[in-house]
């Protein structure tokens, strides 16, 4: 669904249509930081550390290579590396030459890596349960999805599959560990 509008009628800063952006961006910081508060307390993990080792589980062979890996996290490229550098040494993650193509570099989850993500997956869960999911009753959900959707497949972002299955990083079976 594209939306198209006049073009005397351009946004201002004053505009009430900025109220629900504005809610969305307060509601992203609040939970975030939540979830990230949650992680780190009882599993020494940031949310973006989290995000990243479920993108690399996700991928085929539980590797990745690292210029996918910073196309689907929200973090820059050198940010990607630093965070890599840090799952590293933490013994989460390797890195390795890509399989296809030697100039590329692959961040490849090691078993420890996996371990610890089951293990976040239970409590990251939990958050995105208590945080967002209990708060919208199923038609608000509804309406939550189809309205994010529409602006992800409009930003660039590819419609997600809700129906495709993730790795099994919980240690049970989930649609995604989230």
Request: charged share 30%; proline share 4%; glycine share 6%.
């Amino acid at each position: 669904m594209t939306v198209t509008r006049p073009a005397e009628r351009r946004l201002t800063a004053h505009d009430p249509r900025l109220g629900p952006w504005r809610s969305f961006l307060q509601a992203h910081a609040r939970i975030s930081r939540r979830l990230d508060e949650e992680l780190r307390a009882e599993h020494d993990l940031s949310v973006a550390e989290y995000d990243a080792l479920l993108n690399i589980a996700e991928a085929p062979g539980r590797r990745i290579r690292m210029r996918q890996l910073a196309d689907r996290v929200v973090l820059s490229k050198s940010g990607v590396t630093r965070l890599i550098d840090r799952l590293v040494d933490d013994g989460l993650v390797e890195r390795s030459a890509c399989v296809s193509d030697a100039r590329g570099a692959e961040a490849v989850l090691t078993e420890a890596g996996l371990a610890r993500l089951r293990a976040a997956s239970r409590t990251h869960l939990r958050g995105v349960e208590d945080h967002f999911l209990d708060v919208l009753d199923a038609d608000q959900l509804e309406a939550v999805g189809t309205a994010m959707q529409a602006v992800a497949d409009r930003a660039g972002a590819g419609p997600t599959d809700p129906a495709v299955c993730a790795p099994d990083v919980a240690g049970e079976p989930a649609d995604r560990a989230g």
